[in-house]
């Protein structure tokens, strides 16, 4: 579990900010952490806000919702700069579902923290290919603290930080589909893509014979 080295920035100093991230695959709890981080800074009074891409409907317009259905009210938006004038006024910012963004999420990262701000950003680290998401590369470059929580493999019961796509679907985003996906280890995840492009030829031979 990660406990913060610091929270609070003492009575009458200069607020410091910093950017922590936490990465994982899918059903590995990163929106579970990210809520216990800003719940607690929520206790202790801290000015917190949450945002999210305005892309991730899955649940609630308003609510960053895990899948164990604790929520925080959170606001969407379509691009990073619109985060900067609501979030100034902030002690804490929670990003979550942070690889849908563009890279300019990460300039708002550092503007923030820059300020004063501490940000708490979760995110995919890695696409259906095993392929790095979006910004979460370059966040995992310039925060202070990195967080990688694992799933457990369907397949073996190792830990699992892949998430693999059941459907046949070409597009880095599919949203609202988790039962698209499943976690699995790197053995099982190279075996289940093995599988996919095995039938995909096959499925091309079938149809080159009927032609
Ligand atoms: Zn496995």
Request: hydrophobic share 40%; glycine share 8%.
């Amino acid at each position: 579990m990660f406990i913060e080295p610091r929270v609070g920035n003492g009575r009458g100093l200069p607020r410091r900010g910093w950017i922590e991230v936490i990465v994982g695959s899918m059903f590995s709890g990163k929106t579970e952490e990210l809520i216990r981080r800003l719940n607690r800074a929520k206790i202790a009074r801290q000015h917190v806000e949450i945002f999210k891409p305005g892309l991730d409907t899955r649940y609630h317009a308003e609510d960053v919702v895990s899948h164990n259905a604790n929520s925080i009210r959170s606001t969407p938006v379509t691009f990073p700069n619109e985060m900067l004038l609501p979030a100034s006024s902030c002690d804490v910012v929670g990003i979550d579902e942070a690889q849908f963004f563009d890279d300019s999420l990460v300039d708002v990262c550092n503007q923030l923290a820059d300020h004063g701000v501490r940000v708490i950003v979760a995110g995919l680290d890695m696409d259906y290919l095993g392929k790095p998401f979006g910004p979460m590369p370059a966040l995992l470059a310039v925060a202070e603290y990195v967080t990688k929580v694992h799933a457990v493999c369907v397949r073996c019961g190792d830990i699992a930080s892949y998430s693999f796509r059941k459907i046949a679907s070409a597009e880095q985003v599919l949203l609202g589909e988790t039962d698209s996906y499943e976690a699995r280890c790197r053995h099982c995840f190279l075996e289940g893509q093995h599988g996919k492009s095995e039938a995909q030829a096959a499925a091309a031979a079938v149809a080159h014979l009927k032609h």
